[in-house]
C-alpha cells in the first residue's frame, strides 16, 4: 500500500515541535519516495546525523515500505539563514 | 556490554516473535565491523563507482570524486550482490537507506548528509583530519 503524505505528516507532528514542514512526494504518484524538509527546535545543538537519525526512528515503519527517501533538517534559525542565501 | 546484553534480550524475544526484527548474530556483526574498517574510506552502495545502480549511490561517489578521495583509500561494496549485507549494513548502522559512508571505521551517514557536508566544507575537514586527503593550506603553494 503507497504511503500517503498525511501518514508521514501526522507522525512527524506527532513526534516534533514542529516550526516548518515540507513533505514532497517525487515518485510522481507511486508513494514510494519522499523528500522531507523539517525545521523544529527539537534540532538545536544536534548534529545532522543525530537529526536525521530521529527522523528515521520517527518514520521507521515508512521508511521501509518506500524505495527512496532524503531529508533536510533545520533549527528555525539556520532555516532563516538558508532562506536568507536564495534557497 | 549493552550490545551483548541487547543482542541476548533480542534473541530470546525473537525466537518467540517471528515479527520482531531480526538481529545481527556475532558472526555477522563481526563481518561487517571488518567491512566498515577494510578502508580508511567505505561506501556502501547500489552498484559500483563505475556503473551505480541508484541515483543516490551515484552522488556519493560523485562527491568522493569531486573531495580527491584516492582510489586507494576507498572501497566499495555492492549491497545489492549481497542480500545479508544489504539487511547487516542497515541494523549495523541503525541506518534505513543506502548508501552509507563510513570514514575511519565512523559512520558518517547516508547520501543526504554527504552532500550536506560537501557543501559546508565539513566533509573536506574531515578527510583532511583523517589524513585521507592533503591539507591544501590557505597561503597559495609555489
Excluded at chain 1, 527546535?41 to 521501509?64: C, D, P, S, V, Y
Excluded at chain 2, 543506502?98 to 560537501?118: A, S
Amino acid at each position: 500500500m503507497p504511503i500517503q503524505i498525511a501518514e508521514l505528516e501526522q507522525a512527524v507532528r506527532d513526534a516534533f515541535p514542529v516550526e516548518h514542514l515540507q513533505i514532497e512526494d517525487q515518485s510522481s504518484g507511486c508513494g514510494e519516495n519522499y523528500f522531507i524538509l523539517l525545521v523544529s527546535q527539537a534540532f538545536e545543538g544536534k548534529t545532522t546525523l543525530a537529526r536525521h537519525r530521529l527522523i528515521n526512528e520517527t518514520l521507521k515503519a515508512q521508511i521501509t515500505q518506500m524505495h527512496a527517501f532524503s531529508q533536510k533538517t533545520f533549527t528555525p534559525k539556520q532555516y532563516q539563514a538558508y532562506l536568507a542565501k536564495g534557497n | 556490554m549493552l550490545r551483548s546484553v541487547l543482542q541476548t534480550s533480542a534473541i530470546l524475544s525473537s525466537s518467540r516473535n517471528p515479527a520482531f526484527r531480526r538481529w545481527l548474530s556475532q558472526e555477522a556483526r563481526g563481518k561487517i565491523q571488518a567491512a566498515v574498517e577494510a578502508s580508511p574510506v567505505v561506501l556502501f552502495m547500489k552498484g559500483n563507482p563505475q556503473m551505480p545502480q541508484c541515483g543516490f549511490s551515484r552522488a556519493a561517489v560523485q562527491v568522493l570524486e569531486m573531495q580527491g578521495v584516492p582510489q586507494e583509500k576507498l572501497k566499495t561494496y555492492d549491497i545489492l550482490e549481497d542480500p545479508e549485507l544489504r539487511s547487516g549494513i542497515k541494523e549495523f548502522s541503525e541506518w534505513p537507506t543506502i548508501p552509507q559512508i563510513y570514514i575511519n571505521g565512523e559512520f558518517v551517514g547516508g547520501c543526504d548528509i554527504l552532500l550536506g557536508m560537501h557543501q559546508s566544507g565539513e566533509l573536506q575537514s574531515l578527510l583532511e583530519q583523517n589524513s585521507i586527503i592533503p591539507k591544501i593550506s590557505g597561503e597559495s603553494s609555489p
